[in-house]
Nanobody, 118 residues
Framework: QAQVVESGGGLVQPGGSLRLSCAAS????????MNWYRQAPGKERELVAG????????NYADSVKGRFTISRDNAKKTVYLQMNSLKPEDTAVYYC???????????WGQGTQVTVSS
């Protein structure tokens, strides 16, 4: 059964850091673009960061550039999101998404809550 499972969320003070992990299983991880999305209360889900499998190219939302870093370990079938200098506006449920690089196949995780508050 194909799935992705997020971990690493929690409560952190403004200016702090968290690292999210997303463990994949049941599909050929190296054929999938991996993405992190987030959804804050009352807002639409938005793409935070993505990373390809072929050359590890990355893209980021303007709001997180310079603060967040996405990476992947194909051997461990895991993607990470290192979040630094966190702000209250980063508070959201963060979702891991796997999207096949050629076909219309994708998987979503259940999400992990990140709360930035003093």
């Amino acid at each position: 059964q194909a799935q992705v499972v997020e971990s690493g969320g929690g409560l952190v003070q403004p200016g702090g850091s968290l690292r999210l992990s997303c463990a994949a299983s049941g599909f050929a991880f190296s054929n999938y673009v991996m993405n992190w999305y987030r959804q804050a209360p009352g807002k639409e889900r938005e793409l935070v960061a993505g990373i390809t499998s072929a050359d590890g190219s990355t893209n980021y939302a303007d709001s997180v550039k310079g603060r967040f870093t996405i990476s992947r370990d194909n051997a461990k079938k895991t993607v990470y999101l290192q979040m630094n200098s966190l702000k209250p506006e980063d508070t959201a449920v963060y979702y891991c998404n796997a999207r096949h690089r050629l076909w219309s196949v994708e998987y979503w995780g259940q999400g992990t809550q990140v709360t930035v508050s003093s």
